[in-house]
């Protein structure tokens, strides 16, 4: 049994809907597929293309991420549309909470992102004007720390596992993982781009690898003895044909091998 790994669909856009129907039909039959969020804001969408995935491998599993809870022109909260989103991966048969699948665990963890995320001081925060999220997104009055919410929800599943674990998240659980801000075209990520809680969580459930998304930044490199990917949908030149996943555990003795896509 194989797990892969690809985040930031964004299938709202027709082009990435066609590229993801590329996928064989066959081909991943027994094979899991971890999509660390940001499938899409439109829930019909998101239900066709989670109804897609479910139907080509044996297990998927998702986290959603922040263009999931856009709440545009309607009267319900960011936090009410996280639960119908839930609600949509229960019926079409996606997993958002932990199972044992093969001879690895897979851990979902929910979560959002904080400016003390930013803890070089140097996301720029004028650049955050035009961030969506500021204008999409509606929390209730009590909620508090919104990335601490979310990070709440995880309780029971922050435990040890009697087997490896594969964790995954849509933001960014560790500050090495975002480049500086010199090397960036949007100066203001580091403000939006993750939560150090997510990282307290990981070192309790100690996991062999760790699946993000959300910065659309390629990543995969072993930090502290956990294999951090990010593997973001991509069309660009030279990317393998159909979506690229990215194959993240094939057993226990093989978890470092040299990354591998479909």
């Known amino acids: 049994m194989r797990i892969y ?10 082009e990435n809907r066609q590229a993801l129907e590329r996928i064989g039909a ?7 597929l971890i999509v660390a969020g940001d499938v899409a804001d439109s829930e019909t969408v998101l239900r066709e293309t989670l109804e897609l995935l479910a139907g080509r491998f044996r297990e998927v599993f998702f986290v959603p991420g922040n263009h999931e809870l856009w709440v545009r022109g309607e009267p319900r909260d960011s936090m009410e549309k996280f639960q119908s989103v839930l609600r ?35 996301g720029a925060e ?21 990335d601490q919410a979310f990070l709440r929800m995880n309780g029971p599943h922050v435990r040890p596992y009697d087997a490896p674990v594969v964790t995954f998240s849509h933001f960014v659980p560790r500050p090495e993982l975002v480049p500086s801000v010199k090397y960036l075209r949007f100066r203001g990520l580091p ?13 309790v459930i100690q996991p062999r690898v760790h699946v993000f998304g959300h910065t ?24 393998p044909p159909g979506a690229p996943l990215k194959l993240v555990w094939t057993g226990v003795d093989d978890v470092f091998d040299p990354p591998m896509f479909c």
């Open 191 to 203: 403000l939006v781009a993750g939560s150090l809680g997510i990282e307290e969580q990981i070192r």
């Open 216 to 239: 659309h930044i390629p990543e995969d490199r072993v930090l502290d003895g956990v294999r951090y990917v990010q593997n973001h949908f991509s069309r660009g030149a030279g990317t």
């Open 26 to 32: 066959t081909g991943h039959r027994d094979d899991v």
């Open 88 to 122: 949509i991966c229960d019926q079409v048969g996606v997993r958002t909470s932990p199972a044992r699948v093969g001879d690895a665990w897979i851990v979902p963890l929910f979560s959002w992102y904080d400016p003390s995320f930013d803890v070089n001081g140097e």
């Open 5 to 14: 790994a690809i985040s930031d669909l964004h299938t709202d856009f027709r």
């Open 126 to 146: 004028d650049e955050l004007e035009a961030w969506a999220d500021r204008y999409f997104t509606r929390w209730p009055a009590n909620l508090g720390r919104v």
